[in-house]
């Protein structure tokens, strides 16, 4: 008998950074096992959509429909093929933002006017738009667009709660890059004594200076400042920003990695002794080759939610006035024996990755 055929929208394999690349590959690989994905959208054609919505009220307007369809006809065409619609919402979907709107249309399309089942995986959301005077119409709209859905799997339980406030049914998941990181190392590199470093996207001056002035104290503890970007295609330019402003105060003595690999991005925060970054992969990536690390905040609510899935300290904010003296507590505090036995726990890490494992529905 044949597998359904599916489509995902939304592939970051080329974008941003390799943590992007890893994740979308674990839930490619994934949905390959239940079905033939037969294609893939990337994010760039979730960016560029030709005349997208701009008011909620057109997501239940088939005039609107009639007018979007013809602008985008390859797109609706490739979706037409597919016997269902796989949405990867990765760290897209939130507030009330072009790139949010445009893959929640996308998707909303491809259920209510091409009739196909569609199912929202490997996921955050956060309707809130940051403006409180906005929320309620967020959530509204959001409740909405999601009871469209036909599966919904959110990778952490910040998004479970919220999606539950909502009162819509959704599957607890989790995030696909361990399931990469598995299957890339299935022996983990030897550790080195280096301090690996990765940006943020909420970064700020003041904070950014507390951040190199913490690497430059691990280095005189004989800790080498190792700083790692890199991706596939279209790198992050907040990364570029990153790189200017840690250039500017390192002393002109740590390393610099753009890895040019996947295999060399995990290998690289594999090795090294500790991780301090604000970025959500690169601390999932640490986790799941079992380096001690340190989180900063970024622009979602993602970092506390996913630190709680790890059972790890709450992230540090950029912000914070003591933020050199914080990073080095923790630093001490994840060197220790008793953070590895709370934090990589067996148990803990074979629950992630069977929940990794629910981004894509029972048969």
């Not at 690989?29 to 919505?53: F, M, V």
């Not at 190792?226 to 990364?239: E, L, R, S, Y």
Request: hydrophobic share 45%; glycine share 6%.
């Amino acid at each position: 008998m044949a597998r359904p055929t599916a489509i995902l929208l939304n592939d970051t394999t080329d974008w941003y950074h390799w943590g992007c690349t890893a994740t979308s590959l674990g839930l490619k690989a994934l949905i390959g096992e239940r079905y033939e994905l037969i294609d893939s959208i990337p994010i760039q054609t979730t960016y560029r959509l030709a005349r997208p919505p701009n008011a909620p009220p057109q997501f239940r307007d088939p005039a609107f429909f009639r007018q979007h369809e013809p602008d985008n006809a390859d797109l609706y065409r490739r979706i037409g093929r597919a016997d269902c619609v796989f949405v990867h919402g990765e760290g897209t979907i939130h507030g009330l933002g072009r790139a949010a709107i445009n893959l929640l249309y996308l998707g909303y399309a491809a259920r209510t006017y091409l009739g196909k089942p569609v199912y929202v995986v490997n996921h955050s959301v956060y309707p809130g738009t940051g403006r409180p005077a906005d929320d309620a119409a967020a959530h509204e709209f959001y409740r909405t667009i999601y009871a469209a859905f036909d599966y919904i799997a959110v990778r952490e339980t910040l998004s479970k709660q919220i999606v539950d406030r909502l009162g819509l049914a959704a599957v607890q998941s989790f995030d696909c890059l361990p399931l990469t990181a598995a299957w890339l190392f299935p022996t983990l590199p030897e550790k080195r004594k280096t301090l690996a470093i990765a940006g943020s996207v909420a970064f700020d001056a003041a904070g950014l200076a507390a951040l190199v002035a913490f690497g430059n104290d691990m280095k005189r503890r004989s800790y080498e400042p190792v700083v790692v970007t890199g991706a596939q295609a279209n790198p992050a330019a907040d990364d570029t920003r990153f790189l200017d402003a840690v250039r500017a105060g390192d002393a002109r003595d740590w390393t610099y990695v753009e890895a040019a690999s996947l295999q060399q991005w995990l290998s690289t925060i594999g090795s090294a002794a500790l991780l301090v970054s604000g970025r959500f992969h690169h601390t999932l990536a640490a986790f799941a080759m079992r380096t001690p690390f340190v989180m900063l905040n970024s622009n979602t609510p993602k970092m506390p939610a996913l630190a709680r899935m790890l059972g790890a300290p709450e992230p540090i904010l950029y912000r914070d006035p003591d933020l050199a003296g914080l990073l080095l507590q923790r630093a001490e505090l994840a060197l220790t024996d008793d953070y590895a036995r709370a934090v990589f726990r067996d148990d803990r890490t074979q629950s992630l990755l069977d929940l990794a494992r629910k981004n894509v529905p029972p048969v």
